[in-house]
């Protein structure tokens, strides 16, 4: 059974920085691309940010380029998402997630992703 365990959520003012941790277990995440992606109250899940298996190439959404930086240490079979500058606008459940390929990039869909987190909270007060 693949599981993905996301931690290190919390409650930040605004311009402060979080590290979010997605943790692996049942399968290697070296065989997938990694995904972040996120859900404000009321609103519908939204791409973050995607790592390819090897780590070499990521891509953001325009909301976050330039702010956040996604990481994978395969070694460890977690993946990583740095978040700076943070804005009360990033408030919301950050999930990652993965399809167990290598092949298609990136998946920007919620449904082409068959593997979900339980996902972290981030709060960002002004």
């Known amino acids: 059974q693949v599981q993905l365990v996301e931690s290190g959520g919390g409650s930040v003012q605004t311009g402060g920085s979080l590290r979010l941790s997605c943790a692996a277990s049942?399968?290697?995440?070296?065989?997938?691309?990694m995904y972040w992606f996120r859900q404000a109250p009321g609103r519908e899940r939204e791409f973050v940010g995607a790592?390819?298996?090897?780590?070499?190439?990521?891509d953001y959404a325009g909301s976050v380029q330039g702010r956040f930086s996604i990481s994978r240490d395969n070694a460890k079979n977690t993946m990583y998402l740095q978040m700076n500058s943070l804005k009360p606008d990033d408030t919301a459940v950050y999930f990652c997630?993965?399809?167990?390929?290598?092949?298609?990039?990136?998946?920007?869909?919620?449904?082409?992703?068959?593997?979900w987190g339980q996902g972290t909270q981030v709060t960002v007060s002004s």
């Open positions: 997630a993965a399809d167990f390929s290598r092949l298609a990039w990136p998946r920007r869909r919620e449904k082409q992703h068959d593997y």
């Open positions: 049942g399968r290697a995440i070296s065989e997938t691309n």
């Open positions: 790592i390819t298996w090897s780590g070499s190439i990521t």
